[in-house]
């Protein structure tokens, strides 16, 4: 019998999508609580050039007074050094606007000062929009953390769509990649009794699936929200599932040992995961030619080259993926893997 133990499903209370809605985040927030006095936005600085003026605008004219926090990326010490200035402001939400790590930064920060968190993509490159997930860098094994799932979402589809295609191909890459994880999930209940939500992993299969059946015309941009909702869904079924199962399975731990091994210029997080679903895929025994035709569609890359990445790298991501995590039961743990088996399953699938 599988082991059913209780869960927490924490989930999003709001969730706005459309064209121009960052115009309404301060009358967002007034709906959220309108006892709000003072809001603290974190975000990059090319993120706050970008939006900057729109945010505080929207703030502005629901009378909400702001502190704005920039963060150039998603450190330990990034997140320690803005998380003393939220604290010293205490404000009332947190609003983490930007493509990934700021929105990151924010959810931690929010986690660990215990303040409601507000998230604002301004690009469709991860699931982590919607998700309780963070993953931060400067630590020695790169995956992610659990905080708390954002308390509304603002995704205006208008400015998500003028962030750089590559990010909405990244974020479809990393879509595509619940079929595997999924598939991961579905072993861990089998081989070793854990818990399995078919909701969630039916949500989450959905994400990727929506993905597979329109990937001819989501190149053209004409799709932005498909993908932006496939995106805040998938960070739901993590919402629903209690842990990022769903989401996130071998083919996550390939793209964060590819992180680990390459250190920097190694494509980004969906990109990573698009290359580590055509192999995990492959093990798992699935239709890899679907998966590698889709990220073609949505021209996204299938090769190590692609992503500025040696044939090496690839191997020894493959072999250390697991060691990485060990608790969390994928694939990986059911084949036998040396450096001949690694090149002959990346070759087959011709990522290298
Ligand atoms: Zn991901």
């Known amino acids: 019998m599988t082991s059913d133990p209780n869960h927490l499903m924490e989930l999003p209370r709001k969730i706005l999508i459309g064209n121009d809605v960052i115009y309404q985040l301060g009358s967002f927030i007034r709906d959220l609580n309108d006892k709000t006095s003072l809001v603290a936005v974190i975000s990059g600085n090319t993120v706050k050039a970008r939006v900057g003026k729109e945010c505080v605008e929207a703030l502005d004219s629901s009378s909400l007074k702001h502190k704005w926090i920039e963060t150039p990326n998603a450190s330990m010490n990034d997140i320690n050094s803005s998380q003393s200035l939220v604290r010293k402001e205490q404000p009332n939400f947190i609003v983490g606007v930007g493509g990934g790590r700021s929105v990151d930064v924010a959810k931690m920060i929010s986690f660990n000062l215990n303040i409601p968190f507000i998230s604002v993509p301004t690009s469709a490159s991860h699931d982590g929009i919607s998700s309780p997930f963070v993953s931060i860098r400067g630590r020695d094994k790169p995956y992610s953390l659990k905080a708390h799932a954002p308390i509304g979402v603002i995704a205006d589809t208008k400015l998500i769509s003028e962030a750089p295609y590559r990010l909405q191909a990244s974020g479809c890459g990393d879509l595509i990649g619940k079929i595997t994880a999924v598939k991961d999930w579905e072993l861990a209940r089998d081989d070793n009794n854990e818990y399995f939500g078919s909701y969630a992993a039916n949500l989450a299969n959905m994400s990727a699936k929506i993905i597979i059946e329109n990937s001819s015309k989501l190149f053209y941009r004409a799709n932005i929200r498909t993908i932006v909702e496939a995106l805040i869904s998938a960070g739901v079924a993590s919402c629903i599932a209690g842990s990022s199962r769903p989401c996130s399975g071998s083919e ?13 210029n190694c494509g980004l997080h969906g990109e990573r995961v698009g290359i580590g679903t055509i192999m ?24 190590a080259k692609e992503i500025d990445v040696t044939e090496d790298q690839i191997i020894q991501s493959l072999l250390i993926a697991q060691s ?26 011709s990522v290298i």
């Open 280 to 303: 995990m895929s492959k093990i798992h025994g699935l239709d890899h030619d679907v998966i590698i035709k889709t990220l073609q569609n949505i021209k996204a890359p299938t090769t």
């Open 252 to 264: 996550h731990l390939f793209s964060h040992a590819l992180e680990y091994v390459a250190k920097t």
């Open 324 to 349: 990485l995590r060990p608790e969390r039961y994928t694939i990986l743990n059911k084949i036998k893997m040396d450096k001949g088996s690694a090149r002959e399953i990346a070759k087959s699938v």
